[in-house]
């Protein structure tokens, strides 16, 4: 009779232990694979029904939130900002998931990194919001500024501190309520993002950080750059010849200057009047190689570690051997090389803080909603681009630039400013296209730049280095002077649990042609 207990017994641990191995490996090991199953739809149902961390700018204004819903879900996705946070924010759908802030930080909106689990298990007998909220780098009134400025131009605007990295406006043209694609509306939904998808002008793609464009001169800051970092450029020395055309070995094709023009001379007086034909034969006298690891040093060919799903800026790689024609269309920011504005406010960044290119983001702190901080970000170097001291000589060129050049709209009194235009013709010869660019830094004389930024109307008519002034200086001059005033206090409410029960969102799909 104690033999049989012993055996029943023995086989009873054995089942008890073969059940809790089982709902361990299914609870621990295969939950993920279980909880990303295509037709599992539990943990997006779960993910729904509970409200998610709110987002909000350096100056306290709330451009995310969740609010309380009377439909099928018990938390509704609102964005107060509408079309103006759109490619920062992103959107949350439970259909086709999740873009921007909402995608890069969905662990910790929600609550589920593994220091916000840790806590919330600790929690199990209180009620406390262990969600995470983040707090941006972003101010929403150089944000607001961007989006006034360009206006009704397809475009984009870019604004860093040079110091931190920290992003202070992110805004392109045409944009998106996100409102419309988070709604609970699944039928509604799928038929505005289709909409949008057919747009003309592409809403939803942030051209900012993740469109490539050729950069025209605004890139002749990285070939000067790179020949004062080889040392084959001084201030002094070479003295290129004034020229209207550079016969270019190896094709029958001159590469000309604007209009026939004769310019030349030495590096700050070629730089101020965008000459081609100079930075032409700069590239070729610095060689292949060498401008490639230059630009790579400026972080072409590489995609930035924004906190947004950012793409990566192009240089050809070579050999150049017999294809110097190429090399020297790169070396003025055509042909094969194609940056975002990201990439391009980054390059003056390198400039306006001593070469050295900080990591961009755009999420400051987050913490939870108890007040425990979840995850700071910390400024932190990203590339060593040039020296110090090819970083001062290049200051002084696009201080020439904004003196005595193409970008001498950019003057503000009492501020030191140096800054680049660029155009680059695209499409057939006719109509003449082209898109104009313009990148600056800025900050008080005597010391370090506080202020970067980098200006994209696409398609505007001409070809003429002024087109980068007459089209992108009036948004870039507007956009700084903003950028230099002192932040804007909090709202007089910063309350974020707002909004009524089912409330309903905008129903504009895009702001646009």
């Known amino acids: 009779m104690d033999r049989s207990i012993r055996r029943l017994g023995v086989f009873l641990m054995v089942l008890f232990c073969a059940l809790f191995v089982q709902l361990n490996y299914i609870q621990v090991f295969r939950a993920k694979d279980l909880n990303h199953k295509p037709d599992n739809s539990r943990p997006v149902d779960q993910a729904f029904s509970r409200a998610r961390g709110t987002i909000t700018t350096s100056d306290g204004v709330v451009i995310a939130r969740s609010v309380k819903s009377n439909d099928r879900f018990q938390f509704q996705r609102e964005y107060p900002g509408k079309d103006l946070y759109a490619q920062i924010t992103g959107y949350l759908n439970y259909s086709f998931g999740a873009t921007g802030l909402e995608s890069s930080y969905?662990?910790?909106?929600?609550?589920?990194?593994?220091?916000?689990k840790l806590r919330s298990i600790g929690d199990l007998f209180v009620d406390r919001d262990r969600t995470g909220n983040l707090t941006l780098t972003v101010r929403s009134d150089i944000q607001q500024k961007a989006k006034d400025a360009l206006g009704g131009q397809r475009g984009s605007v870019v604004v860093l501190n040079p110091q931190t990295g920290g992003v202070l406006g992110l805004w392109s043209y045409p944009s998106f309520d996100p409102n419309v694609l988070s709604s609970h509306d699944f039928k509604a939904t799928a038929a505005a993002?289709?909409?949008?998808?057919?747009?003309?002008?592409?809403?939803?793609?942030?051209?900012?950080?993740?469109?490539?464009?050729?950069?025209g001169s605004t890139f002749k800051v990285v070939t000067g750059s790179t020949g004062v970092q080889t040392g084959k450029v001084t201030p002094t020395n070479p003295t290129y010849p004034s020229l209207s055309a550079l016969n270019v070995p190896q094709t029958s094709h001159d590469l000309r200057n604007y209009g026939g023009e004769v310019c030349g001379g030495q590096l700050f007086r070629v730089l101020a009047m965008s000459c081609n034909t100079a930075f032409a034969q700069m590239g070729l006298d610095i060689g292949g190689d060498a401008m490639v690891a230059g630009a790579q040093a400026f972080g072409f060919n590489s995609v930035p570690p924004l906190d947004l799903p950012a793409v990566a800026s192009t240089f050809p790689k070579g050999p150049f051997d017999q294809q110097l024609p190429v090399l020297a269309q790169s070396a003025i920011g055509q042909g094969q090389v194609a940056s975002t504005p990201l990439q391009m406010a980054l390059v003056a960044a390198g400039i306006a803080n001593d070469g050295v290119i900080m990591e961009p983001h755009v999420v400051d702190?987050?913490?939870?909603?108890?007040?425990?901080?979840?995850?700071?970000?910390?400024?932190?170097?990203?590339?060593?681009?040039?020296?110090?001291?090819?970083?001062?000589?290049?200051?002084?060129?696009?201080?020439?630039?904004?003196?005595?050049?193409?970008?001498?709209?950019?003057?503000?009194?009492?501020?030191d400013i140096g800054a680049k235009t660029g155009t680059?013709?695209?499409?057939?010869?006719?109509?003449?296209?082209?898109?104009?660019?313009?990148?600056?830094w800025a900050g008080p004389p005597g010391q370090k730049p506080t202020v970067v930024v980098a200006v994209l109307v696409e398609g505007t008519n001409g070809l003429g280095e002024q087109t980068g002034a007459q089209a992108a200086g009036p948004v870039a001059r507007a956009v700084l002077e903003q950028a230099l005033k002192p932040p804007p206090p909090p709202p007089a409410d910063t309350t974020t649990t707002t909004a009524t029960s089912g409330s309903t969102p905008s129903t504009t799909v895009a702001t646009g042609n």
Do not use: C
């Open 106 to 116: 969905n662990s910790e909106l929600s609550g589920s990194t593994a220091r916000q």
């Open 193 to 215: 993002k289709l909409l949008l998808e057919q747009a003309a002008g592409h809403p939803l793609l942030a051209r900012s950080y993740r469109e490539i464009y050729a950069p």
């Open 365 to 415: 702190d987050i913490v939870d909603g108890e007040g425990d901080q979840v995850r700071k970000n910390q400024p932190t170097q990203w590339r060593r681009a040039i020296s110090p001291q090819t970083a001062d000589i290049m200051r002084q060129a696009m201080r020439q630039v904004v003196a005595n050049g193409t970008a001498s709209s950019m003057q503000l009194p009492g501020v």
């Open 424 to 440: 680059a013709q695209f499409g057939p010869a006719t109509p003449l296209r082209s898109h104009a660019w313009m990148i600056l």
